[in-house]
């Protein structure tokens, strides 16, 4: 069954610091990939697709399809990357998510 | 110009209550869908229309029903409703055939007391 797993419910850096959003996916065919952003109380954004390859807000996401893959970095932290984040894989049409990580960007 | 748009933003209503939640989407994009996002973040599909026709119907009550006037308005009534149906709701709309994700509404925070 297609599965999106981030196993971090809650990750917590301090400003400056680099940081690495996991996310795993379970899907047999060729993977359509997206990280999702949600900052405190408003609409979730896409932030990446693994299709572009392209670099936002500093963030970048490769996909390693040995590892099945798809992890969220950034090199330097800031207090604004404080948000929730989604991992997506698209099946079907249909977005599935995975439950979610808390980033925590500290002073 | 809001893409999607999603009204009330915020609704408070009564157990047993029948409310609806309006979606609107100026994309012209041809998929629309609402998610719902529990009070862990949890995000579970529930409905996805493309071309006035349902086609996907994840495992929710049936008090949850869909309606889309045309392709560009995806509303969700709710029929009796229950304290586990507090969440926030968003709608979503995308190309069915295109790569870019999701445009996804502001949310309508649901509460039922």
């Known amino acids: 069954a297609q599965r999106v797993t981030q196993p971090e419910k809650l990750l917590s850096v301090f400003k400056g610091a680099p940081v690495e959003l996991k996310c795993n996916y379970s899907y047999s065919g060729s993977p359509e990939l997206f990280w999702y952003v949600q900052y405190s109380r408003q609409r979730l954004q896409l932030l990446l697709r693994h299709i572009s390859r392209e670099s936002i807000k500093g963030f970048t996401a490769d996909l390693n399809k040995g590892e099945t893959s798809f992890h969220l970095k950034k090199p330097f932290a800031q207090e604004e990357d404080s948000a929730m984040y989604y991992c997506?894989?698209?099946?079907?049409?249909?977005?599935?998510f995975g439950k979610g990580t808390k980033l925590s960007v500290k002073p | 110009d809001t893409a999607v748009s999603q009204t009330p933003k915020y609704l408070v209503t009564q157990m047993g209550n029948d409310k609806s939640i309006k979606c609107e989407q100026n994309l012209g994009h041809d998929t629309m869908y609402w998610y719902k996002q529990d009070s862990k973040k949890f995000l579970k599909i529930m409905f996805s229309?493309?071309?006035?026709?349902?086609?996907i119907n994840e495992t929710v009550p049936n008090r949850f029903s869909p309606k889309s006037p045309d392709k560009a308005h995806l509303n969700l009534h709710i029929n009796s409703l229950e304290l586990g149906d507090s969440a926030v709701y968003f709608c979503a709309s995308s190309l069915i055939a295109g790569d870019y994700g999701y445009t996804f509404g502001s949310g309508t925070r649901l509460t039922v007391v």
């Open positions: 229309y493309n071309n006035k026709e349902l086609i």
């Open positions: 997506a894989l698209r099946f079907a049409g249909n977005l599935i």
